[in-house]
C-alpha cells in the first residue's frame, strides 16, 4: 500500500488539473453550449403546454422557444425525456445565458460530486490515489471537453449511477435505500435504456434485508405515483417514443430535412448571447473539437461499406447481452460468490452495449458516461490485476490525444474501456469500502 504522501501528491495534482480545465471550460462555455439551449427550450415548451416533440420553430414565434438548430422543416430536434425537462423547470425561465453559466457549475458539481464518491468507496491509499489519475485523465478527455462546449447533460448518468452504487453499499440505512430507489427512477426516466442496467442486480435482491428493500421499492412507487399522476405527464410519455423514432429515421437516412428555415430566422441576439461573440469564440484555435460517432451501425458501414438495418443493431444488441450474461453467471457460480462490485461493472457496461448499439449517431460527448464503471474500477484496484488497469489506461488515453496517425482512436479507446471493464467484471470479488 502506497503512503500517505502519494495520496497527498495526487489530491494536488487533481487540483492543479481541476484548475486548468476550468478555466480552459470556462473560455468553451462562451462558445453557445447550443445542445443546453435544445434542452431549455423543450423544458420550456413542455410547462407552457406545448407539445415539443413536435415543435419547430418559425419566424414571429415567441424567442423563448428559438433554437437555431430548430429552424429546419421536417423533424423535430427535441428528444430528451419528458423527465429530463422537468428537471430543467427551475433554471427554465432565466435568460439562456444565465442558464449556460449556472449548468457549467452544476456540470462541475455533479462530476465532482461522483469523484468524492468514488474516493470514498476506495478502501486503501493505493486504491485512492488511482481513483485521483482517474478523475484527472477524464477531465482531460475529449468527452469532457465537448460536454462543456455543448452544454450536455450526460453527467448526470455516471452521477446517478455513483448515488446508486453508493446507496446500495449502505445496507443498513433506510435513508440510503429511499435515496438509491430515487435515483433509480430518476436514471430510467432520463435515459429509459438504463433499464438494462438495473437487471444483473437481480442476482443481489438476497443479500438486502426485507426493510431495505421495502424502503427502496416505496421510493420509486411514491416518485412513480407523485409524476405520472399528471394527466400532461403521461400524455408526454406518449408522444415520447414517437418522437425517437421519427428521430431514428433522420439519423439512418429514411427521411431528408429542409434546412432553408435556418437561414430566415437566424437570430443576430437573443437572451444574453450574441451571435457574433459566440461564432468568435467557436471560430478559435482552443475550441477545436474531435467527435467520432462510435455507433456499432457505423463502424458496420465504414467496414462494410453499406447500411446496418435497425433489426440487425437490436439483433446485436440483445444477442450480446445474452451471451454476457451466461458467462457472468458462471464466473459468479465459479467464484461462488455475487459481489456488488462486480455486478455493477458488468451492470454498465450491459447498458453502455445498448448505447452503443443505438441507431441514433453518438457524440463524442456521449463517452462521459463511462466516468462511473471507470472510477468505480480504481476505486476496487488490485495489483494482481495490473494489466487491466493498463488497459484503461490506454483506453483513456486514447479518448484524450487527437492525431491523424490513429484513425477514430477516440472510439478505440471507448471499445478499449468496454472490452477491460467486461472482463474486470469477471473477476474475483472486487470489493470497495462498506461492502463486505
Not at 35 to 61: C, S
Not at 76 to 81: A, H, M, P, R
Not at 374 to 395: I, N, Q, T
Amino acid at each position: 500500500m502506497l503512503p500517505d504522501k502519494w495520496k497527498l501528491f495526487a489530491g494536488i495534482i487533481v487540483l492543479i488539473v481541476l484548475g486548468l480545465i476550468f478555466y480552459r471550460d470556462t473560455l468553451l462555455e462562451k462558445g453557445g453550449t447550443a445542445d443546453l439551449r435544445n434542452r431549455i427550450v423543450g423544458a420550456r415548451l413542455q410547462k407552457d403546454g406545448v407539445a415539443p416533440y413536435t415543435y419547430i420553430y418559425h419566424a414571429g414565434d415567441p424567442v423563448r422557444y428559438y433554437d437555431e438548430n430548430n429552424c429546419f422543416e421536417g423533424v423535430s430536434n427535441i428528444t430528451s425525456s419528458p423527465f429530463q425537462h422537468t428537471l430543467l423547470y427551475p433554471l427554465c425561465e432565466l435568460p439562456q445565458r444565465t442558464i449556460s453559466r449556472i449548468w457549467l457549475f452544476i456540470e462541475y458539481l455533479l462530476l465532482l460530486i461522483t469523484g468524492l464518491l468514488a474516493y470514498r468507496l476506495a478502501k486503501n491509499n493505493t486504491q485512492k490515489v488511482i481513483v485521483c489519475i482517474a478523475f484527472a485523465l477524464f477531465l482531460c478527455t475529449e468527452a469532457w471537453k465537448v460536454h462543456i462546449a455543448m452544454g450536455q447533460t450526460y453527467v448526470l448518468l455516471p452521477f446517478l449511477a455513483m448515488v446508486i452504487y453508493f446507496c446500495f453499499t449502505q445496507k443498513q440505512s433506510r435513508v440510503a435505500a429511499i435515496v438509491a430507489g430515487l435515483a433509480s427512477l430518476s436514471l430510467v426516466l432520463v435515459r429509459p435504456n438504463a433499464a438494462i442496467f438495473f437487471l444483473p442486480f437481480l442476482f443481489l435482491i438476497g443479500t438486502y434485508s426485507r426493510q431495505y428493500l421495502i424502503w427502496f421499492s416505496a421510493s420509486i412507487l411514491l416518485l412513480s405515483a407523485i409524476y405520472f399522476s399528471s394527466s400532461n405527464n403521461r400524455s408526454l410519455w406518449k408522444q415520447f417514443p414517437a418522437a425517437v423514432k421519427e428521430s431514428v429515421k433522420q439519423h439512418q437516412g429514411f427521411v431528408k430535412t429542409d434546412t432553408t428555415g435556418f437561414y430566415k430566422v437566424k437570430l443576430k441576439e437573443y437572451e444574453g448571447w450574441k451571435a457574433d461573440e459566440v461564432r468568435k469564440t467557436t471560430e478559435s484555435a482552443f475550441f477545436t473539437r474531435h467527435s467520432e460517432h462510435g455507433n456499432i451501425f457505423n463502424l458496420y458501414a465504414l467496414v462494410l461499406k453499406r447500411q446496418m438495418p435497425v433489426s440487425m443493431m437490436n439483433l446485436f444488441m440483445g444477442g450480446a447481452i445474452i451471451i454476457l450474461f451466461a458467462f457472468h453467471y458462471f464466473s459468479r457460480k465459479k467464484y461462488g460468490a455475487v459481489e456488488l462490485s462486480n455486478v455493477a461493472i458488468f451492470a454498465f457496461c450491459l447498458y453502455m452495449i445498448s448505447d452503443l448499439s443505438s441507431p441514433i449517431y453518438r457524440h463524442q460527448y456521449y463517452t462521459m458516461q463511462w466516468l462511473f464503471p471507470v472510477l468505480l474500477a480504481a476505486a476496487v484496484y488490485k495489483p494482481a490485476y495490473k494489466w487491466l488497469y493498463g488497459g484503461l489506461l490506454l483506453g483513456l488515453l486514447l479518448n484524450i490525444i487527437n492525431t491523424d496517425l490513429i484513425k477514430m482512436e477516440h472510439t478505440i479507446g471507448e471499445y478499449l474501456l468496454l472490452f477491460i471493464l467486461l472482463l474486470l467484471s469477471l473477476t474475483k470479488n472486487l470489493k470497495t469500502a462498506g461492502t463486505t
